[in-house]
């Protein structure tokens, strides 16, 4: 794959040379995100830095009917910014710019380019912070944030991604730029932007993002419950919610991921701990002591047999490192592995992790738990060696009755990753057809030739989920690149 | 062919099967709830009031599922009874949630609470084609697909019938307070424009008019520490500034705290306002959103009273109600002007909710239709291709 020498001649009258490449180093590169599902070289990939080059971009594309995405920082786990069908990459790092900090409406406009970590950064002595915290938050950007709709830790108390946007600046895939929303919450009419986020690149492509800031909590108490089973773990996450608590993150985290945070960052989690639930409670600092107290109560009710509570900024910082960095630990422990992200009813939490836990000694598989308790946002991770063709084919296997227990129990395929070129085949599960088709109706209106970012979402007429899954993961060595 | 009286099936397949016929012929109509919000002179009208159903309320789960024509009081009593609530603020107790959504209600508890944008998580509705769809599901967090909920809020029966909507629901807290003041004039604005820089953790605020000045109310939630902290925070702020000031536990005081939004913990109902502001018939009631900080910093409030006008404003977020009880078309375009005269050069929006019939949407201009409008109006013409659902919003 390569550009067309005409089309490559008009992309550079448009940007420059250096910002055109096509290479079989830059191809290489960019074919794939951090999900190596099944890469596919780009024809090429543009780096415009404003939004005119943008547009011209996109217009020159449209004519000539030359299929396009952007990316972000290509941490997406769920293939979006794979350029399915050869199509042009557009890197939209470099809207890197910070237009506009308005306390008094309490938001910040950046371009999409923007590492969702700097925002809190260039707020926080303000007393503010971009709630927004995927874990992959000190590279990955906010388009990318508001495209896949991203969640993180501590969206269990303020909200996901659409919670925290009030308005976007969009270059739809004809050229033509819109507005969405703006400093004002809401205003009459449908709200497309609420639609936008989350449309995983295939309605338009960001430009301008305003964000919503929220004030930074007076204190933060982060608690660690040990426990010497994952169903009691499990226990304690229901019952704290039962009780009317909702703490700003609970994440649990399982043995396997304790050996393995524990030979990297050393957290010093008990090496003999089935689960470690990591609780966090943020608000002013009357009240909370109670409140903490009671949380520690419910823990040691549900059989932990220690809760510790970090001391100080220090302790707080490596409980979250070692969360935050946890997938990466694993690559320690294993070769390769796969992240699935499917949602079930949080009350169900205990049985479910039971059922894992037996898919994996089904198919003799370790699978490793590390997720988003208080959502009911499982992350298993399934443990496999890439070289061993039998294994890649069990994980696959195995991946795929997860989702269908999720989906059993009312659940969802995907939580915050999206749903990309990974899940697309099973959307036939959780959906009717006349579901699907009425999504992509909707598409069909932001993007009617489909050019933006094609083949992704919807299962792609005449295959089925057994037969795409499998040869996918034949390729990776990781189900994530580090 | 007009029908009287409104056509509201009691169940889901016959209203389906009805709508279909209606696209199929492509005969238009109008979707309503009870129906009262705006006149639709001359056309047919389909109801869904009589969906009432809950398909599932799981309080472990803290989510809710339901039919399109239960109330909003019902719902509210449903989930109260739980130990549940949900921070939206339908402006009627006996408005259908069908209706809410399509307007995309909100009041105080937006502010801290989020609007219908951030509970709402899985929704079914009949699209132009005549199908009965699905987008979202019934967990508290899904990214699978388009989020088509969100895009019907606020469709104002123009996109399709919403028949089911699934929410995500909180638990109560462990006690809700109320701090109310009074002012003779508007130095309330001043007041939260200093609570406003304290990047302080209440839940809502809400200043209304009085027959000597205004009202402010500032509530606030958790346990009693949290709330002995605030009220201390918040007396400082005030005390001295207004006329009179008490706080009121609403466990303890609810008769007091009638008007207050946070009564119930539902809050945001306009019924007890209206009733204290003794409004007639065809009062006009205008109601404008901008952002809090244009609010705080340039709106000057006492010009609309000065013209008669009654006023219920959130001032963080951004929202405000005009209401005047003059029924001429005269003085009610003066205030109509008055506000588009206010808020020109800023991001302002308003919507006509209720006035003498001489004044339309056509009198808001530019102030009626967000910057994305053109779009909405493309939406609903791809949308509803035989169009059908009759939707005055989209026609200008
Ligand atoms: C180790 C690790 C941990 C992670 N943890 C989390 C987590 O906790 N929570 C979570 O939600 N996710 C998590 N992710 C997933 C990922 O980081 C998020 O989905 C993130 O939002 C992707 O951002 P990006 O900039 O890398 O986007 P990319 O991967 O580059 O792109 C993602 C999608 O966004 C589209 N896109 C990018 N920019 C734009 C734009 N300007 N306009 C329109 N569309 C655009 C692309 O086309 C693509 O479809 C994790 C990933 C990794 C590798
Ligand atoms: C001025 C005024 C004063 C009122 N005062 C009181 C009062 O004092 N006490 C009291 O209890 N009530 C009061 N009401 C409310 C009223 O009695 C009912 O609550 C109301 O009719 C319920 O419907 P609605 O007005 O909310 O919406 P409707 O008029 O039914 O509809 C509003 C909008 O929503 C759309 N819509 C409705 N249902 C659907 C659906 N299923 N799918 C798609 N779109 C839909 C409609 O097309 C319309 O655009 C008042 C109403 C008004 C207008």
């Known amino acids: 794959m390569a550009f067309d020498p005409k089309i490559k001649n008009d992309l550079i009258k448009i940007l420059d040379e250096d910002r055109v490449k096509d290479d079989r180093v830059t191809l290489y590169t960019y074919r794939s995100d951090a999900l190596i599902l099944h890469p596919t070289m780009p024809m090429g990939v543009v780096f415009p830095e404003n939004r005119e080059e943008l547009v011209a971009i996109v217009k020159l594309l449209h004519a000539n009917q030359i299929t396009f995405l952007p990316r972000g920082a290509g941490t997406g786990l769920s293939g979006g910014a794979i350029p399915k069908e050869g199509s042009v990459i557009i890197e939209m790092f470099r809207f890197r710019q910070i237009y506009d900090i308005d306390f008094a409406n309490r938001s910040i406009t950046v371009g999409p380019g923007v590492v969702n970590i700097k925002i809190t950064e260039h707020v926080k002595e303000n007393g503010y912070c971009f709630v927004p915290d995927p874990s992959s938050q000190k590279a990955c950007t906010v388009g990318g944030n508001v495209a896949e709709n991203s969640g993180g830790p501590h969206t269990l108390k303020y909200g996901v991604t659409v919670n925290h946007i009030l308005g976007i600046e969009v270059v739809l895939p004809d050229g033509e730029v819109v507005e969405l929303g703006g400093k004002q919450w809401g205003a009459p009419g449908p709200d497309l932007l609420g639609l936008f986020v989350g449309s995983e690149g295939t309605f338009g492509i960001v430009t301008k993002i305003t964000c919503r800031l929220t004030p930074l909590p007076e204190k933060v108490i982060t608690l660690l419950g040990i426990f010497p089973s994952v169903r009691d773990a499990c226990s304690a996450v229901s019952n704290t919610i039962r009780e009317g608590i909702i703490p700003a993150a ?200 489909n050019l933006l970012n094609p083949g992704k979402i919807f299962p792609t007429p005449g295959k089925c989920a057994e037969t795409k899954m499998g040869p996918q993961i034949v390729q990776s060595k990781s189900g994530v690149v580090a | 062919m007009s029908q009287s009286k409104p056509y509201a099936p009691k169940k889901l397949n016959t209203l389906h099967a009805w709508v279909k016929n209606r696209i199929h012929s492509k005969d238009p109509f109008v979707v309503l709830g009870k129906g009262t919000r705006s006149p639709h002179a001359g056309q047919d009208i389909l109801s869904t009031k009589n969906l009432k159903e809950i398909h599932f309320f799981d309080p472990d789960d803290m989510v809710i599922g339901i039919q399109a024509g239960m109330t909003a009081a019902d719902l509210q009593s449903c989930i109260n009874k739980k130990k549940m609530f949900l921070p939206i603020n339908p402006w009627y107790p006996e408005s259908t949630i069908g209706s809410v959504l399509a307007c995309n209600d909100f009041g105080p508890s937006r502010m801290n609470g989020g609007g219908l944008r951030d509970c709402i998580i899985g929704i079914e509705y009949i699209n132009g084609k005549g199908e009965l769809v699905k987008a979202g599901g019934k967990v508290v967090k899904n990214v699978s697909g388009y989020d088509l909920s969100r895009m019907m809020l606020g469709s104002l029966g123009g996109l399709g019938v919403i028949t089911s909507v699934n929410f995500k629901v909180n638990p109560q807290p462990a006690g809700t307070s109320v701090l109310m003041c009074t002012f003779e004039n508007d130095q309330w604005v001043e007041k939260i424009r200093e609570l406003h820089a304290k990047i302080f953790p209440v839940d809502w605020i809400q200043a209304m008019t009085s027959q000597s000045g205004w009202i402010l109310g500032v509530g606030f939630s958790g346990n009693d520490a949290r709330r002995t902290r605030i009220e201390k925070e918040l007396r400082q702020i005030f005390e001295g500034f207004g006329q009179s000031l008490d706080v009121f536990d609403e466990n303890k005081k609810v008769k007091k705290t009638a008007d207050a939004p946070g009564q119930n913990r539902f809050s945001g109902f306009l019924t007890p306002i209206l009733k204290r502001f003794k409004l007639g018939k065809q009062y006009l009631h205008l109601h404008a959103v901008l952002p809090t900080g244009e609010l705080l910093g340039s709106l000057d409030v006492q010009k609309f009273t000065l013209q008669g006008a009654q006023m219920v404003v959130h001032p963080i977020g951004g929202d405000f109600h005009i209401f005047l009880n003059d029924e001429t078309p005269k003085a009610q375009k003066e205030m109509l002007t008055l506000l588009k005269n206010q808020l020109e050069g800023s991001e302002g929006k308003i919507s006509l909710i209720k006035s003498a019939p001489e004044l339309s949407i056509n009198d808001l201009n530019e102030f009626a239709f967000p910057r994305e409008y053109s779009l909405m109006k493309a939406i609903k013409q791809q949308l509803d291709p035989a169009l059908v659902f009759h939707a005055p919003f989209y026609n200008y």
Request: charged share 25%; hydrophobic share 40%; with cysteine.
């Open chain 1, 250 to 449: 609970m994440e649990l985290i399982d043995n396997v991921v304790i050996q393995a945070v524990e030979k990297t960052i050393a957290p010093g989690f008990p090496l003999d701990a089935e689960a470690v639930l990591v609780v966090e409670l943020e608000d002013m600092k009357d009240g909370i002591e109670e409140e903490a107290s009671r949380v520690q109560a419910i823990l040691n009710e549900n059989n932990a047999t220690e809760v510790r509570r970090a001391k100080n900024e220090e302790e707080r910082a490596l409980i979250w490192k070692a969360r935050k960095e946890a997938f990466g630990a694993l690559g320690t422990i294993s070769p390769s592995y796969y992240v699935q992200d499917g949602v079930i009813p949080r009350s169900a939490l205990p049985d479910v992790l039971g059922q894992i836990s037996d898919i994996a000694q089904k198919y003799n598989l370790t699978i490793a738990n590390v997720f988003h308790a208080g959502d009911g946002n499982l992350h298993p991770l399934i443990l496999y060696n890439s070289k061993i063709p039998e294994e890649i084919e069990k994980a696959d296997k195995a991946g795929i009755e997860i989702l269908d227990i999720c989906v059993s129990l009312g659940g969802s395929l995907s939580g915050e990753h999206g749903i990309g070129l990974e899940k697309q085949e099973l959307m036939g599960t959780l959906y009717s057809s006349e579901d699907l088709s009425n999504m992509e109706w909707v598409r069909s209106f932001f993007n009617p030739q």
